[in-house]
């Protein structure tokens, strides 16, 4: 079933199809040349394209039209298609600019209206992901959501919705206000004692099995995300409180991630995720934070598991950080794409037989048929994926190592295309894995010095941060994820180099970012929120990233600061109710309860 069958569920929105009344002219596509390489690849498309702003909101106000917020990212497949199939479309884009004032956002400059958007679209549709496509009310209320659909059955839906609205617009912005979330109250607080961290674990741990997938590690039994929280909290769990069980689901988890197809034997570094269970066929997407995250998860576990080998797997990630991201500035770019500059979705990293042949002792390319499958039917157009879908003797292994070493600079002449923005927060969970990487080789000390004269000299001005810098353009709106990963990074990299700069810096931003994002009612992702819906809470989420709201917790009771140690005590005890429904998708509130306990 699509995504756009399953959204069928808010019918009362799309009952009608009535003729649509003509707005006021539409404003021309305003994203060429935008510094975000996301928003720069739709700016000739037909759809009049608008930034997520105030002034674009008010207009949405003036001209009494849904706003459609469009939420993807550069090395997002789908994203590429939907834009090939909808967004290049003249009769689709005409239907857009009369009926709607049509937005496009890059979800890496907006995460906190893209978690807004992405938690309605859970409770509505039952799915999320990107592209996500929501139809948002004039007053900041989301009204419907849909992901990728069709190109046919997206132009029905823009007529029913242009329909509905022009028939009944305050029917549908009552059911939009329904939709929403009650107000934020001021949580309930209590002390954080040894027994509340205990309760806490128990749940988690108990969510965590729940979900496991023992046979083939992981999380889920549908596609497979490399789920850094949730194995960091077992990684500490473990370290803790050593459970056979838990270890030799850990040891699989970590095993599978660097044997199959969501890791990369050629240059290093992980995809974002498989779509199946079995880790075997990757979106080709490589992600600066999941590379990050993994670097340090590796190094981690090398230590709690007891398996050496993992050192290399995490070194393998920070090379390719370096080698494939790594700016002129001493910044990490955000991504390479999941597509060539050809559109051709993993080109980059498959292979033909006859070239590995031609490339490769003949020693090196006999291991490599049998553990890659070289001889079974080929799961991609392209080529064949190097992996270890077969397990290598000792000696292949060393084989495959030499093919490595010399297919990696035939790969590096290949297109692969790159989204070189510059994020604070991203290159803050880069300086914390280079800075933790110095103990694994001391010559990773060289990177996190770059990564942290980067940050310190390119995105804080007056002792704020900026959120980003895009094709020589500094870019203003840094959100709460920008503060907390920064702060980490800093404590990281003082942590590990002495320096004093880092640490100093790391309590002034930490002091800027409470006094910004958090209050008595809870957290806020953004200083100023446009979506009527972001609503303060007592903790964020993890998601693909570690919450926010959790890690600044965590840094700041790692500094000696008196009225940061209050505040960072304080909203651990926060209650949050989520969490006892659902602690799965808690885990670093879990380990911010161990710390303040």
Not at 76 to 84: G, I, N
Not at 152 to 175: E, H, K, V
Not at 287 to 316: S, T
Not at 462 to 475: D, N, P, Q, V
Request: net charge positive.
């Amino acid at each position: 079933m699509s995504a756009f069958e399953r959204g069928i569920g808010f019918a009362v929105l799309l009952l009608t199809l009535l003729p649509a009344t003509a707005g006021a002219a539409a404003p021309s596509n305003r994203l060429a040349g935008h510094p975000s390489p996301y928003l720069a690849l739709h700016g000739s498309d037909p759809v009049a394209w608008q930034e997520w702003n105030a002034a674009t909101v008010a207009r949405a106000r003036r001209e009494n039209k849904l706003l459609f917020v469009s939420v993807g990212y550069f090395a997002c497949h789908w994203c590429h298609v939907m834009q090939r199939e909808s967004y290049k479309n003249a009769q689709t884009a005409a239907l857009l600019n009369r009926d709607f004032i049509p937005v496009k956002v890059d979800r890496e400059l907006n995460s906190g209206l893209d978690d807004a958007l992405q938690t309605f679209s859970s409770r509505l549709a039952g799915v999320a992901g990107w592209p996500l496509n929501a139809f948002v009310t004039p007053e900041g209320y989301p009204a419907y959501v849909v992901l990728y659909a069709p190109p046919d059955d997206f132009r029905t839906l823009l007529g029913q919705l242009s329909g509905r609205w022009s028939a009944d617009a305050d029917g549908i912005r009552r059911l939009a206000r329904q939709a929403a979330p009650p107000p934020a109250l001021r949580p309930a607080s209590m002390p954080v004692t040894a027994a509340h961290s205990a309760r806490a674990w128990e749940r988690f741990v108990g969510a965590a099995w729940q979900e496991a997938d023992t046979l083939h590690g992981g999380f889920g039994q549908v596609s497979k995300f490399p789920m850094a929280p949730q194995l960091h909290a077992l990684l500490e769990r473990q370290a803790r409180q050593p459970e056979t069980s838990l270890a030799d689901f850990l040891r699989l988890t970590f095993d599978q991630m660097a044997a199959r197809g969501l890791h990369d034997p050629i240059g290093g570094g992980f995809f974002r995720y498989t779509v199946d269970p079995g880790w075997d066929t990757p979106h080709f997407e490589k992600m600066l934070y999941d590379n990050a995250h993994l670097a340090m998860l590796y190094q981690r576990a090398a230590a709690v598991l007891g398996e050496p080998r993992y050192r290399e797997i995490a070194r393998g990630a920070l090379d390719f950080m370096r080698d494939v991201l790594l700016d002129p500035s001493g910044g990490l770019a955000s991504s390479t794409s999941a597509v060539d500059a050809s559109g051709r979705e993993g080109a980059a990293y498959l292979w033909e037989p006859d070239e590995l042949k031609r490339l490769l002792p003949a020693a090196s390319y006999a291991a490599a048929r049998r553990v890659w499958r070289l001889d079974a039917a080929r799961s991609f157009d392209g080529g064949y994926l190097p992996a270890e879908y077969r397990t290598p003797t000792a000696a292949e292994r060393r084989l495959l190592a030499d093919a490595a070493r010399i297919l990696y600079p035939v790969r590096r002449t290949r297109s692969l295309p790159r989204d070189d923005k510059l994020n604070a927060g991203l290159n803050g969970l880069a300086l914390s894995a280079y800075s933790q990487a110095i103990q694994l080789d001391p010559a990773y000390r060289k990177q996190a010095d770059a990564v942290q004269r980067f940050l310190l000299t390119q995105l804080l001005r007056e002792g704020r941060l900026l959120k980003s810098r895009a094709r020589g353009r500094l870019l203003e709106g840094a959100e709460l994820e920008d503060y907390a990963y920064v702060v980490q990074g800093l404590l990281d990299h003082a942590d590990a180099t002495g320096n004093r700069q880092s640490r100093t810096q790391a309590q002034r931003l930490a002091r800027a970012a409470w006094r910004t994002f958090w209050s008595e009612k809870g957290w806020r992702h953004e200083a100023q929120p446009l979506l009527a819906t972001l609503q303060p809470a007592p903790a964020l989420e993890d998601g693909a990233l570690y919450a926010p709201s959790e890690v600044l917790i965590l840094a700041s009771l790692r500094l000696s600061d008196p009225t940061l140690q209050r505040q960072a005590r304080m909203a651990a005890g926060w209650s949050v109710p989520a969490m006892e429904r659902d602690a799965y998708v808690y885990p670093t509130r879990v380990r911010v309860l161990a710390a303040a306990s």
